[in-house]
Nanobody
Framework: QVQLVESGGGLVQPGGSLKLSCAAS????????MGWYRQAPGKERELVAEITSGASTNYAASVKGRFTISRDNAKNTVYLEMNSLKPEDTAVYYC???????????????WGKGTLVTVSS
């Protein structure tokens, strides 16, 4: 069984910064894709940033240049550093990982429960 636990959310003023973390635990053989999604009230969940096992990254246009995704493979953890935050960044942020739990086991996608980020003065 695999669990993803996000942390680091909170209330921040416009222009401020936050760093989110998502730690994967359980029976993990390898972690392929790791990503962050967000869902604002009344809106659909959207991709924020993603990083492959080879450290290739991809960002939503709305966060490019402000957010940085990174991963620590030794800790099975993915991070999202968010700078120059705007009120429109307010959302619940979810961690999403594609994880293989055994050598011959097909990788599956797992979701965390989310962490709330509120950008407001």
């Amino acid at each position: 069984q695999v669990q993803l636990v996000e942390s680091g959310g909170g209330l921040v003023q416009p222009g401020g910064s936050l760093k989110l973390s998502c730690a994967a635990s359980g029976s993990i053989f390898s972690i392929n894709y790791m990503g962050w999604y967000r869902q604002a009230p009344g809106k659909e969940r959207e991709l924020v940033a993603e990083i492959t096992s080879g450290a290739s990254t991809n960002y939503a246009a709305s966060v490019k240049g402000r957010f940085t995704i990174s991963r620590d493979n030794a800790k099975n953890t993915v991070y999202l550093e968010m700078n120059s935050l705007k009120p429109e960044d307010t959302a619940v942020y979810y961690c999403n990982c594609n994880i293989q739990t055994g050598w011959s086991v097909r990788a599956m996608t797992y979701w965390g429960k989310g962490t709330l980020v509120t950008v407001s003065s």
